[in-house]
C-alpha cells in the first residue's frame, strides 16, 4: 500500500482520490473548499480543509510521507506553482500536476515535476485516434523512443495466435498481457498459442515508432 496526497478536489483531483484510495491505497487530501471536503470525506482515508499551498500545513496533514502526490488546483495557476514548490520543499519523488494550458505545462516543465497532465488535450488526441481509425488506446512511456501502449487487435491479426504473428521477429515488439474485454480478464504474459480476437485488447513494449506503425495496420 502506497501513501498519496492529493491537492485540489475538483472533478479531476476528487476522481483522482476515490480511484487511488480504492485501489487499495492511503490517501490524503486537501482543498480550501469545505464542501468539495466533506463531499469526499467518507471515501477515502483522510480529507481535509486547508491550503495545499503551504508547507507548514502540509507537514501537519503526514504529506512528508507520501510516496507521490497529485496537484489539481483548476484554474488557479499560483496555487499550482505554489503547491508544487511546496512539495519539492517537502522531499516528495514523485509530483504529477494537471495542467489548464500550454503556458502552465511550460511553468511546470521547467520547475521539474514526474508528469504533467493536460485531461481535456489529451481526451481530444484519444478521440481522433480513434475516429481516424488507428488501434492505439493508450501508452506509457518508458524511457526516450519507447513505451507500453496498449492497442485494439489489427485486422490483419484476428484469428492468429501469437507465436503466428512472430512479432519479436518482424517487429522487434513483445506483447505484456492481453485484455479481454467481455470478461475484463487481463491474461499477463499470455500463451504464445492464443488466437487473438476483436474482443481482446494488447498491452505492447517497444518502440515507440514501430508500434506507431503497427497501431494503423488495417
Do not use: C
Not at 471515501?43 to 502526490?69: M, N, P, Q, W, Y
Not at 523512443?145 to 485494439?152: A, H, I, R, T, Y
Amino acid at each position: 500500500m502506497k501513501r498519496f496526497v492529493v491537492i485540489g478536489l475538483g472533478n479531476f483531483g476528487f476522481s483522482v482520490a476515490r480511484t487511488l484510495y480504492e485501489g487499495g491505497h492511503d490517501v490524503i487530501a486537501i482543498d480550501l473548499n469545505e464542501t468539495l471536503v466533506d463531499r469526499l470525506a467518507s471515501l477515502i482515508s483522510h480529507a481535509v480543509v486547508g491550503d495545499g499551498t503551504d508547507f507548514d500545513t502540509l507537514v501537519r496533514i503526514s504529506a512528508k510521507e507520501a510516496d507521490a502526490a497529485i496537484v489539481s488546483t483548476g484554474d488557479d495557476i499560483t496555487a499550482s506553482i505554489l503547491a508544487t514548490m511546496a512539495l519539492h520543499d517537502l522531499k516528495i519523488k514523485d509530483i504529477y500536476v494537471k495542467v489548464v494550458s500550454n503556458d502552465h505545462a511550460r511553468v511546470m516543465d521547467r520547475i521539474g515535476v514526474t508528469d504533467i497532465i493536460f485531461p481535456e488535450r489529451d481526451s481530444a488526441i484519444s478521440l481522433a485516434t480513434r475516429m481516424t481509425g488507428s488501434a492505439l488506446l493508450n501508452y506509457v512511456k518508458l524511457g526516450k523512443g519507447f513505451s507500453l501502449q496498449e492497442m485494439g487487435v489489427p485486422n490483419d491479426w484476428m484469428g492468429k495466435s501469437i507465436r503466428e504473428l512472430k512479432l519479436r521477429q518482424e517487429y522487434d515488439i513483445t506483447i505484456v498481457a492481453v485484455h479481454d474485454i467481455l470478461t475484463d480478464k487481463i491474461i499477463a504474459s499470455p500463451d504464445p498459442d492464443k488466437l487473438l480476437n476483436d474482443t481482446d485488447t494488447l498491452l505492447v513494449a517497444g518502440e515507440d515508432k514501430i508500434l506507431d506503425q503497427i497501431a494503423n495496420i488495417s
